[in-house]
């Protein structure tokens, strides 16, 4: 029997341990900044209107509350890493923006809006009881911001990946 003896195997095994380590934090470095470029772009994509109702009264009524929610975020679970760029929610103001669905995928159909519990509405200064929504059609941000910056996005993973297994 031959006994043959491995020179460096030793930091071999250290690398190969920490390649995968070294590998997640590439893969979470690279869909960060691939996902804050959709984020710009969703941003500049991003339908910014005049605000109405009690959202101008008790927000500040300043303009893009909607483009004020568009937020990349990166989490693991496991040994997997995700990305996402969401809308929605809370502003830094405090403003509610619950409609980033509606203006993303649907529009909205001519409706009547009332008020709740028999109370009356104020619009432009006047009060009433019922008023005609004149609809509006989709305004799609998120999406086109995907498909117009993807291989932007790939990219930046590549590279992040790269710049981190290199250390």
Not at 92 to 113: D, K, L, N
Not at 128 to 143: D, E, I, K, S, V
Request: contains cysteine; proline residues 4%; charged residues 25%.
């Amino acid at each position: 029997m031959t006994n043959s003896i491995v020179v460096g195997l030793d930091d071999w095994l250290k690398f190969l341990d920490d390649s995968s380590k070294k590998m997640q934090q590439g893969a979470r470095a690279g869909l960060y900044a691939g996902a804050k470029v959709i984020e710009a772009q969703a941003k500049e994509n991003c339908p910014v209107g005049k605000p109405a109702g009690e959202n101008a009264k008790m927000y500040g009524g300043y303009p893009g509350a909607l483009r004020d929610t568009i937020r990349a975020t990166v989490w693991e679970k496991g040994d997997r890493v995700f990305a996402s760029v969401k809308a929605g929610g809370k502003t830094p103001s405090g403003a509610i923006v619950y409609y980033a669905h509606i203006i993303e995928f649907t529009g909205a159909a001519a409706h009547v809006i009332r008020g709740r519990n028999g109370r009356r509405l104020s619009f432009g200064g006047r009060s009433y009881l019922a008023l005609n929504h004149p609809g509006m059609q989709a305004h799609p941000f998120l999406r086109p911001a995907l498909d117009a910056r993807t291989l932007d996005a790939i990219a930046l993973v590549e590279e992040e990946v790269k710049a981190v297994l290199k250390k």
